[in-house]
């Protein structure tokens, strides 16, 4: 993933959210990533009772706000940290392999997961996918669309077949992964992330 796959002014913020001593003005002091990233990114405007929820945790300026610069400067964009980046290309390769169920819940207009991304996701094997309205916080905007889109995906004829089975769906290269059933259940959340986002070789 690059900088060139996001709009300019997505770009532009984690560009600078990145380098020493801005980021920490931005987010640490000014909090911009909740205070204007986060309602940026839904259709609606948010109350002012759902605004201080989620400030409630980072209402001091300084550490409090430490997880929302760490998350962004983990975001790998152009193999950048390649820890990060090496886990995202295995895994989606992965991914695009495996047999194991999988629910897409992409978004319109959506910010990150469109257009090639969005046709690469849809290679996915054993996949179904709906669409919702949606930025990237699309739980704020479509939730009973979401939770009914899960609800079906769950009672269909295929996620009970996975619960029946025995065996073990594990990671690539890793032979104590979780269970099939927990896998699963992380790819509903996994794709939930995505739609709303990231992620592909597929980041």
């Not at 690059?2 to 801005?22: G, H, I, M, Q, T």
């Not at 204007?36 to 989620?54: D, F, I, K, W």
């Not at 001091?60 to 090496?86: C, F, H, K, Y």
């Not at 704020?140 to 889109?149: G, L, R, T, V, Y």
């Amino acid at each position: 993933m690059s900088y060139s796959d996001w709009p300019k002014d997505v770009a532009a913020f984690f560009e600078n959210v990145r380098l020493p001593n801005v980021g920490e003005e931005m987010i640490l002091v000014q909090n911009i990533f909740v205070e204007q990233m986060l309602p940026a990114s839904v259709l609606r405007n948010l109350t002012e009772q759902e605004m201080a929820v989620y400030n409630a945790p980072y209402l001091t300026p300084g550490e409090s706000r430490r997880p929302t610069l760490t998350w962004p400067r983990q975001i790998p964009i152009n193999g950048t940290p390649p820890e990060v980046a090496d886990v995202v290309t295995t895994y989606s390769a992965w991914m695009g392999e495996n047999e194991m169920p999988k629910l897409l819940i992409s978004a319109i207009p959506g910010i990150l997961l469109n257009g090639e991304k969005l046709e690469l996701a849809r290679t996915w094997k054993n996949q179904e996918e709906v669409t919702v309205d949606g930025i990237h916080f699309i739980q704020e905007d479509s939730p009973n669309e979401i939770a009914e889109a899960i609800e079906n995906w769950l009672e269909g004829d295929t996620f009970p077949q996975v619960l029946a089975e025995s065996t073990s769906t594990s990671g690539p290269d890793d032979s104590s992964g979780p269970t099939t059933m927990q896998t699963t259940n992380g790819c509903i959340y996994l794709w939930f992330l995505f739609a709303t986002l990231l992620l592909r070789k597929v980041w």
